[in-house]
């Protein structure tokens, strides 16, 4: 009975030795975890893209923001108290466990009982059965939540991405399928419910876990107060309000338009920042009482995430108005300057997912809740106050603000890691530069090539760009990059 005990304690408790080691592994395990889903995800976006109209797009994206909104409102922050918590027990997943689905369950209820009420507002009647069918999400999601905080909290990234890899190849098979037998628009929602069918299975599997029928009013006290900020700051980045009030706003068609850019953004975001995203968390909260190697730790992560995202994100916008019709067709042409947009903010999304990791790693979700809090509340007022301008003016407008409110978030970091927004800034100064030479360079080639096939121009522009990116990090940063690759030896 003893060993069984220490056994299950330890498969409990936070790494505290050979961390360097597990964030090493675990960021490799992480960007499998990552690619898969966002390689299979382009298929699946390549293909609907060129089946479905803007307006379908648009329909689908509208009930998954009110499905999002379900997964928005569950308490998935008790999974992050889970994670960050030093000392956790049985009871505290079992508790945990029924909380998340209870809730599910009560809330998938009130989705399909609003369905109706939303199509007749909307003028949709398709939402009617989309809203109840990608809801369903709900219920697989907050099954997992347990599950997935096992993996996390003791690193296990090799578990995570193959359950992520297994999914994702089980809802691009669907979605194709279906695409392929006539059934338009419910192929698009059938893959994003499978995602979460897939996932739930997997993490079961995968934690070698199971909930017991126990529920303990003490054990959810202990979690309470972080789990209920989290759970806000969950609430705060689930719900897709800016779709949701676009496509009341301004209709199907731009919303579809916004939605088909905010996915590029999206498959992006997580192919580059979802590797660091876990890992950092759980990489983090170990080393609450250990500040010299957190801020260090952090450091190190930024400067990383910041010489990989950045050349990608502006490398896009670059060649955008080649690549969006090359690829996806003529009929997203429109696309085109709001997927520059959000290019600029996925600079700024590539750094902030370790901001909040590092944030809320130290205890601070209420920060982090009101900060996020505060941000929402000024972008749903900008969206109501100026969807009049049309939707390209509306999301440069959008992306300036999101700017503005990434100031603050500056001084949280400098005061948790001790040292001086100087300091902090230097951080980036290598790679802004790289990239500024970098989209001189490339918007020189497509200049000289104005008159060329959009093809063989885009080529070119990419690996100047490339080409010349890469020489100026080597010549510049050779110290930064030989503590990256020192690291990784030691590991």
């Given at each position: ?132 069918f990608i809801s369903a999400r709900v219920i697989f999601d907050m099954a997992a939540a347990v599950p997935n905080a096992l993996l996390v909290r003791t ?36 893959s994003q419910l499978a995602v979460s069918v897939t996932t739930c299975i997997g993490a079961m599997v995968a934690a070698r876990w199971r909930p017991r ?103 896009l916008a670059l060649v955008a108005r080649d690549l969006i019709p090359l690829a996806f067709g003529d009929q997203w042409v429109e696309a085109v300057p ?154």
């Amino acid at each position: 009975m003893t060993l069984a005990l220490e056994s299950a304690d330890k498969r409990l408790a936070q790494l505290r030795s050979g961390r360097a080691s597990a964030a090493i592994t675990g960021t490799l395990w992480s960007l499998v975890s990552s690619l898969a889903p966002a390689a299979l995800g382009l298929v699946v976006f390549l293909a609907t893209s060129r089946v479905l109209a803007p307006a379908e797009f648009g329909i689908v994206a509208f009930a998954a923001s009110i499905a999002t909104i379900g997964l928005a409102v569950a308490p998935a922050g008790f999974r992050e108290a889970l994670i960050q918590r030093q000392n956790i027990t049985p009871v505290h997943l079992d508790t945990v466990f029924w909380l998340c689905l209870g809730a599910s369950g009560l809330i998938y209820a009130a989705l399909c009982l609003v369905a109706p009420f939303i199509a007749a507002s909307a003028g949709q009647e398709a939402l009617v059965a989309l809203i109840p069918f990608i809801s369903a999400r709900v219920i697989f999601d907050m099954a997992a939540a347990v599950p997935n905080a096992l993996l996390v909290r003791t690193m296990s990234f090799r578990m995570l991405a193959l359950r992520t890899t297994v999914a994702s190849l089980v809802a691009a098979a669907v979605c194709i399928g279906l695409l392929w037998l006539g059934f338009g628009l419910w192929a698009l929602a059938a893959s994003q419910l499978a995602v979460s069918v897939t996932t739930c299975i997997g993490a079961m599997v995968a934690a070698r876990w199971r909930p017991r029928l126990k529920f303990d009013w003490r054990a959810l006290g202990e979690l309470r107060s972080f789990g209920l900020f989290s759970t806000g700051n969950h609430l705060l980045a689930t719900i897709s309000i800016d779709q949701i009030l676009i496509g009341a706003l301004l209709g199907p068609a731009w919303l579809g338009l916004y939605s088909f850019s905010r996915r590029i953004f999206q498959i992006l975001t997580d192919l580059l920042s979802g590797a660091l995203n876990l890992v950092s968390y759980s990489l983090l909260s170990s080393m609450q009482r250990e500040p010299s190697k957190l801020r260090d730790a952090y450091l190190l992560g930024t400067f990383a995430t910041s010489i990989i995202a950045f050349p990608v994100f502006a490398g896009l916008a670059l060649v955008a108005r080649d690549l969006i019709p090359l690829a996806f067709g003529d009929q997203w042409v429109e696309a085109v300057p709001v997927v520059q947009a959000f290019c600029v903010l996925g600079l700024l999304t590539a750094i902030g997912i370790l901001q909040s990791s590092l944030i809320r790693s130290q205890g601070q979700a209420d920060l982090w809740f009101w900060y996020v809090l505060g941000k929402q509340i000024v972008t749903v007022l900008y969206i109501v106050l100026f969807s009049s301008w049309g939707l390209v003016p509306l999301t440069v407008s959008l992306v300036a603000l999101n700017i503005l409110m990434w100031l603050p978030t500056i001084h949280m970091v400098v005061r948790l890691i001790g040292i001086s927004v100087l300091a902090y800034m230097r951080t980036f100064g290598l790679p802004v530069l790289a990239t500024l030479i970098m989209w001189a360079l490339g918007s020189a080639v497509q200049v000289q090539l104005a008159d060329a096939e959009p093809l063989w121009r885009m080529g070119t522009a990419i690996g100047a760009a490339a080409l010349c990116y890469g020489a100026v990090v080597l010549l510049m940063g050779r110290a930064r990059l030989a503590a990256l690759s020192g690291l990784a030896r030691r590991r």
